[in-house]
T-cell receptor, first 111, second 113 residues
Framework: SQTIHQWPATLVQPVGSPLSLECTVE??????LYWYRQAAGRGLQLLFY??????ISSEVPQNLSASRPQDRQFILSSKKLLLSDSGFYLC??????????FGSGTRLTVV | AQSVAQPEDQVNVAEGNPLTVKCTYS??????LFWYVQYPNRGLQFLLK??????LVKGSYGFEAEFNKSQTSFHLKKPSALVSDSALYFC???????????FGKGNQVVVIP
């Protein structure tokens, strides 16, 4: 079966520190992968998406970057976090039912 | 470009009463339509989808939605709301020509005991 793993679940980081969030998918190959940010428990903002290894599209210019070093691995990074990077980060993959399957999310608090 | 409108920020309903969460969409061609639910500090969970066929689709937890092409709507309904239905609900649409979903802003549903 297809599953998606996202970690960590919560993270508290100081301003200026680096960030690495990881997302992996099991049970499928060559998935489309997505990173979203959700502020204040409301709307979803698409940050990055990837259709294959090394292929990253950025939707919003920001302090973040993404990489896809392996087929089923998608990483969200930052060299120096800002307070405004706080939020709930969600990874998703384009599943076989034409929609998305989401990971459980990471709550990032920048202090 | 595809888009979704969820006009209400919050829907309040008494437990046992019918629940409706509204969604209208804009897409070129025939859409794929979805509803997702999100509980606090959790990822979005799939509820139901319309791909083709019967306009009335049934999903998880007793929810259903009706695809109305003339009104470009896909309202989510449940005949009798439960307190446990209190959550954030997202409508999404996908143009059959691409791989990306467009999400609405989300509706907070509050079911009052």
């Amino acid at each position: 079966s297809q599953t998606i793993h996202q970690w960590p679940a919560t993270l508290v980081q100081p301003v200026g520190s680096p960030l690495s969030l990881e997302c992996t998918v099991e049970g499928t190959s060559n998935p489309n992968l997505y990173w979203y940010r959700q502020a204040a428990g409301r709307g979803l903002q698409l940050l990055f998406y990837s259709v294959g290894i090394g292929q990253i599209s950025s939707e919003v210019p920001q302090n973040l970057s993404a990489s896809r070093p392996q087929d089923r691995q998608f990483i969200l990074s930052s060299k120096k976090l800002l307070l405004s990077d706080s939020g709930f980060y969600l990874c998703a993959w384009g599943d076989r039912n034409y929609g998305y399957t989401f990971g459980s999310g990471t709550r990032l608090t920048v202090v | 470009a595809q888009s979704v409108a969820q006009p209400e920020d919050q829907v309040n309903v008494a437990e046992g009463n019918p629940l409706t969460v509204k969604c209208t969409y804009s897409v070129s061609g025939n859409p794929y339509l979805f509803w997702y639910v999100q509980y606090p500090n959790r990822g979005l969970q799939f509820l139901l989808k319309y791909i083709t066929g019967d306009n009335l689709v049934k999903g998880s937890y007793g929810f259903e939605a009706e695809f109305n092409k003339s009104q470009t709507s896909f309202h989510l309904k449940k005949p009798s709301a439960l307190v446990s239905d209190s959550a954030l609900y997202f409508c999404a649409v996908r143009d059959r020509g691409n791989n990306r979903l467009a999400f609405g802003k989300g509706n907070q549903v509050v079911v009052i005991p």
